[in-house]
């Protein structure tokens, strides 16, 4: 269904054509992919100059330095002056200032771009799409520099999450809609028999039609990971995007918008089809833009409260969420305990909990668990879990590796406060950073609760809190997962056993409240990790979203199909060939 | 994705998985259809003996009868007492009684019946759905009788658009459900590369699980053929329904969940995975229903008051609507007057237009038109088609076959004030019906507007009232076409034209405005006519309707997919074998 109706830009079809047929192959590889679900990125991972150049590291922080202090160009329509007050987690200010953004400019700008874009087929925008992320990825370091100085990421995480694994997920996204934009035939000569009369003979023809504008709504800490299946996905469907960052996380998102303008006026396309909304302090454009009739379709990650206004008053739009989560491990048993206890710790510490995926809730029974076949007490168990998290965390030099420094002064005052909580089992610590004297980093609280403390532990405490939780036994553990879940919203779950109907029962109280569940990671594996491709992030299952990182639900509703017919003329007479 | 995860019932997979076994080439077909658009249909769409059983009319009518005057057994949960006053638009009272429904009642049986029914897998799910449609499929002459005395649908479109008709579109959305469902691999060995060290192997399981309960919600005039899509697509994918229908046709639907509920005991399954909710004249079942949390999809047919209030309030739910529809035919030019007045007349005759299908804007330059070379007046054109109407409704006996009878007193006063609305170009006659002496039976009104009366054409006049407006000119015919579409919602549009650049251009405009064109039909294809597994029917891309039937956003959120992983071991060393 890739017919071109009205001629696009002079060009545009033949460049954005180049494009496609350059990166067909890995289209076709995404598609595949998407159906094995086995392991693939055609985006290197590993930050190294040998995959990346020998100089990628040092360009890209020479580029992103570049950027500090200075206006950042994107040539977008808008009421002309500047915003932007971003400040590195790591001890210093951006101060890099964005185009303001009107919003009756921003949309009529975005209208305008529409009917080319639309007219221009799948093909064409999956080429554009492609060649952006290719774009993207060859500038990751750059991009990783940017993540790390707006999120407090680690730096290798940065690169990853805001680079490659971000490109992965942008890429899944246009290889599911590419699916589904093509899965039908996109004409058809339709012929119904009519007894012994001529069959009525009508050409169908079948055409994608986008929903209208779409508006994708970042967040502080996964400014990318997390907005560039929504960006691609409407995307590539036809639909013009504004690309709304978090305050404190625009560059990302500026950088990212940059590249995909210079491809659109490379292939010819009014750049307009994606635009950046940098906003004031004092200005709400998401919600003002997220109710416009114009507006079609919201992606959004962020607090539950907007997420769950953005569900009720957008309902001009399909409306994609992702809110907060109450993440749990079930501990029952394990052969292992000091393998356990280092891959638990490690999650915890990772980006210091800042992340949507990270475990919360640590259920143990209040009489301890099995380990081998000795009984360890709660007190062991906690105690061994700390132990781990100290180890983990022992060097300053190599800690701030693995916490990266706290987003903002929220996640700082809730480490805080959270030995109010109850019991202190392992205090967070400040780090002094070897690099960064004015970053705030902190590790890992672990506070102690009862299984009555449903008030404390069943909502989201975003950062290094978690809690160990006493339960009356495992069962009771996994109901309380269940309940979590299914009640307040959970992305991942977890759970260590070496019983096997253990196992089992978690995994059924697991799939009734829609979360994804690890057992028993130990190892270069943590349960905060999802891989495009093969791991659905969120279900849309529960509270925590309603929608998945991806699915073909995440994309089917982006586009609509609209069909023209007419008669044929007869089938051309076929007179039977006698042989011989 | 069709692991089984509890046991559903002893016996109920194995049971369902005959059915699946019997109709998966039906399935197989269908799934094939979708894709490729070309004609097909399982279900024979001719009422004829020697398909259906040479006693299947005479059986059909008296089953028909015998229900009459009498309680409808359903045997499902509820307070007790009855409801029903339905009265066949054919002029008697049907006098059914239906159980009463009590909305606590019927969302604890269905909850109960949830959990066997996700369990039983896709497999099984579809097993059940095409048996029930396949015994659909024997009762159709029952159904038509059904359909026609409460519809007011003449007995072969009874037949047909609440049997195979209706039946295809079950089918096709059980197909497109299968589709979904079964896209995805249902486990791999994920296997990540860590260069010199062995990979990182996980095993991975996804299940399909459903978004918890749906409520289908039908309309007076289609009850089956526009609740099967929804109800079908819902049931599949694991969700328990509740069927709500119209107070005045709740006998198809009845007939529908009763055999439903037949095969589900059949393959031992709960019958309360589908229930009724008739209701009496002073009960709101369907608001109290459609923001119940437990219910997670709704879809619906009707008033666009309703199913507005439904997108806004209802928003704990995907929901599917068809409202209210504006459809326009553009008449610019035509070789054949007659063929073209001639299928025009037919498409406002049958049903009286009581079908969301049915055009009622007749945009015409008021200089007239092209008739082979000659200009034909706009007074000419008009009168031709009422020409065309008055000859194809001439013999009562034959006409009362082509408009059946008026389905309610709104749609008799909304003709009876019509003229009131414009110039009277053709004037309503009543007509006695041969059979059914106290029948309302309508014959067309036109009314003759100029462009100007926006007011009184850009709104749906349900039932036979139609419009000649006078337009500056063909384009402006267009850019009415478009704006009515866009603004008010249209399902169909049509074009009459010799000129391939209005052809052209009035599809540019149907695409812009989302609305599927007809081109100069002529001969047994009318613009109201909807073919399952080729046409799109609405598209969701106007306020007619924001949802299609069906595309893949019909069913891809009626689901979610819940992922579960853990260790998997080292792959088998595979030494290789050196050869020879």
């Known amino acids: 269904m890739t017919q071109i109706a009205t001629p696009p830009k002079a060009g545009a079809a033949a460049r954005a054509g180049r494009f496609f047929d350059q990166h067909r192959e890995t289209l076709e590889r995404a598609v595949r992919a998407i159906r094995e679900r086995a392991y693939w990125s055609p985006y290197p991972e590993v930050p190294s100059g040998s995959i990346y150049g020998e100089t990628a590291n040092d360009d890209g922080r020479e580029a992103f330095e570049a950027r500090l202090g200075r206006p950042f160009d994107l040539d977008q329509p808008g009421p002309g002056g500047e915003v932007g007050d971003e400040r590195s987690p790591f001890g210093f200010d951006l101060g890099i200032r964005y185009p303001r953004t009107e919003v009756e400019t921003a949309i009529a700008a ?19 799409c492609l060649e952006i992320l290719d774009r993207l990825n060859k500038r990751s370091f750059e991009m990783g520099y940017a993540v790390m100085h707006t999120t407090g990421q680690p730096f290798v995480m940065a690169f990853q999450a805001g680079g490659p694994h971000a490109q992965d997920r942008g890429l899944e996204a246009v290889a599911y809609a590419w699916s589904e934009m093509t899965r039908h035939a996109d004409h058809v000569t339709w012929e119904k028999p009519q007894g012994k009369r001529d069959p009525i003979r009508l050409a169908k023809s079948y055409r994608v039609v986008p929903r209208g504008l779409a508006l994708v709504i970042g967040c502080n800490t996964f400014p990318n990971w997390n907005s560039y299946p929504g960006l691609f996905a409407s995307l590539v469907t036809g639909n013009p995007v504004l690309v709304k960052p978090s305050r404190r996380s625009v560059l990302p998102l500026a950088l990212t918008v940059s590249v995909a303008r210079e491809v659109l006026a490379d292939a010819r396309f009014d750049p307009n089809v994606v635009m950046l909304a940098a906003e004031a302090e004092d200005e709400r454009l998401a919600s003002d833009l997220a109710v416009r009739p114009e507006i079609r379709l919201v992606d959004f990650t962020g607090s539950t409260a907007f997420g769950e206004w953005l569900e009720r008053n957008a309902t001009q739009a399909g409306v994609y969420t992702e809110k907060a989560a109450v993440n749990s491990i079930v501990i029952d048993s394990t052969d292992d305990f000091d393998a356990m206890a280092g891959n638990i710790a490690f999650s915890l ?9 990270a475990p919360q809730n640590l259920l143990v029974p209040r009489d301890g668990i099995l380990v081998g076949s000795v009984r360890w007490s709660l007190r062991q168990v906690e105690e061994g879990i700390a132990g781990a998290i100290d180890k983990l965390l022992a060097d300053p030099a190599r800690a701030v590796e693995v916490t990266g420094a706290i987003v903002n002064d929220q996640v700082r005052e809730r480490v805080e406060r959270a030995p109010s909580l109850g019991r202190v089992i392992l205090a967070s610590r400040s780090i002094d950073h070897p690099q960064f004297p004015d ?10 609760l009862d299984a009555a403390d449903e008030t404390v532990y069943m909502r989201e405490e975003f950062g290094p809190v978690s809690f160990v939780v006493a339960t009356d036994s495992t069962a009771h553990s996994i109901d309380i997962l269940r309940r979590t879940a299914r009640d307040r919203g959970a992305i991942t779950a977890a759970v260590y056993s070496t019983d096997e109907d253990i196992l089992s029962r978690t995994n059924e109280a697991a799939a009734e409240a829609g979360v994804a569940l690890s057992c028993n990671l130990i190892g270069n594996i ?27 639900a995440f994309v089917a509703g982006r586009f609509r199909i609209v069909e023209s017919r007419r008669p044929a003329p007869p089938a051309e007479d076929s007179t039977p060939v006698r042989s011989s």
């Open 439 to 448: 970053a705030t980093v902190r590790t890992p609280m672990i506070v102690g």
């Open 526 to 552: 943590w349960v905060n990790q999802s891989a495009a491709f093969s791991d659905f992030h969120a279900t849309g299952a529960n509270p925590a979203a309603n929608a998945c990182l991806t699915d073909p």
């Open 110 to 128: 975005l209208t305008a771009a529409l009917p080319a874009w639309r007219a221009a087929g799948a093909e064409a925008r999956a080429g554009v």
């Open 349 to 357: 510490s990772l980006y210091s909990g800042q992340m949507c995926t």
